[in-house]
């Protein structure tokens, strides 16, 4: 599996639903809103991502051990990060203000 793109509807996500996946991309539009617990973690080959404006959380462990996670940009309208989101990843974070 290299790439994959959540729809732009409201759907329901559980925790930990691409763990352990061998995904190199994956493209979050705006839905779910948070993004739940161990949602990537283990995606050792997960280099991209690209979050939607108007995802609000990100849970703990949602992208821990992502190895080849090197930089996300994240919206400057999520209202909370988990502290061990990033756990065991060599993210770097940056934040962006959207257009409207």
Request: aromatic share 8%; charged share 20%.
């Amino acid at each position: 599996m290299e790439e994959i793109s959540l729809p732009h509807e409201p759907f329901r996500i559980d925790a930990y639903a691409f763990a352990h996946t061998p995904m190199r991309a994956i493209t979050l539009s705006n839905n779910p809103r948070t993004l739940p617990e161990g949602l990537f973690a283990d995606c050792d080959q997960l280099a991209s991502v690209e979050i939607g404006d108007r995802i609000e959380q990100i849970s703990p462990l949602t992208f821990q051990n992502c190895k080849a996670l090197e930089h996300i940009k994240l919206p400057n309208t999520l209202k909370h990060i988990a502290p061990n989101a990033f756990r065991g990843s060599n993210c770097q974070i940056e934040r962006y203000t959207p257009s409207k």
